[in-house]
Antibody, heavy 123, light 107 residues
Framework: QVQLQQSGPGLVKPSQTLSLTCAISGDSVSSDSAAWNWIRQSPSRGLEWLGRTYYRSKWYNDYAPSLRSRITVNPDTSKNQFSLQLNSVTPEDTAVYYC?????????????WGQGTLVTVSS | SYELTQPPSVSVSPGQTASITCSGDKLGDKYPCWYQQKPGQSPVLVIYQDTKRPSGIPERFSGSNSGNAATLTISGTQAMDEADYYCQAWDSSTGWVFGGGTKLTVL
């Protein structure tokens, strides 16, 4: 059974960097059948995919075009986890942030999700 | 950028069939997924690859997809099915895209 445990601050000041971590149990961040995603949800934007990292002989990243200049998703193989960094945040980045495993064998879907972290951007 | 469109709300009486649509350009070629989300909880996968159900998802949940629209159907809807439902598809330019969500009310 895969479990994803999110951690990180719930309050970030405007212009600063939002940082969250997703610890994986029951699978490996280096799995050749999975990708590791970040998604956020707010009343104004609904569910919004942010980006992902995955390993296929080397590490790859994909990011939402609207966030490409501000976002980094990194794997940490030593701790079997992955992280999200979102720079230069504004109140518009206030949302519940989720990490999720994307299964990529034959077909593609998000089968395991973290518990969600409410991040508020406010001074 | 790619967009998926869902009706904001659908109502159904207990025991009846609920249908939730998701429309997008050439969606029939994109193998959409469907997620159920109850208040305060993370989304749960209910349909993938157009029509397949993960283990543990009741048989009353089914999916179809053709042309520019996919449909999630819940047969014999129960009170416990009241939730928000989201479709999802991959677009090579935009990445993963979610529909705006449909609130299913069972009344």
């Amino acid at each position: 059974q895969v479990q994803l445990q999110q951690s990180g601050p719930g309050l970030v000041k405007p212009s600063q960097t939002l940082s969250l971590t997703c610890a994986i149990s029951g699978d490996s961040v280096s799995s050749d059948s999975a990708a590791w995603n970040w998604i956020r949800q707010s009343p104004s934007r609904g569910l919004e995919w942010l980006g992902r990292t995955y390993y296929r002989s080397k590490w790859y990243n994909d990011y939402a075009p609207s966030l490409r200049s501000r976002i980094t998703v990194n794997p940490d193989t030593s701790k079997n986890q992955f992280s999200l960094q979102l720079n230069s945040v504004t109140p518009e980045d206030t949302a519940v942030y989720y990490c999720a495993r994307e299964w990529q064998l034959v077909t593609y879907y998000f089968d395991y999700w973290g518990q969600g972290t409410l991040v508020t951007v406010s001074s | 950028s790619y967009e998926l469109t869902q009706p904001p709300s659908v109502s159904v009486s207990p025991g009846q069939t609920a249908s939730i649509t998701c429309s997008g350009d050439k969606l029939g070629d994109k193998y959409p997924c469907w997620y159920q989300q109850k208040p305060g909880q993370s989304p749960v996968l209910v349909i993938y690859q157009d029509t397949k159900r993960p283990s543990g998802i009741p048989e009353r949940f089914s999916g179809s997809n053709s042309g520019n629209a996919a449909t999630l159907t819940i047969s014999g809807t129960q009170a416990m099915d009241e939730a928000d439902y989201y479709c999802q598809a991959w677009d090579s330019s935009t990445g993963w895209v979610f529909g705006g969500g449909t609130k299913l009310t069972v009344l």
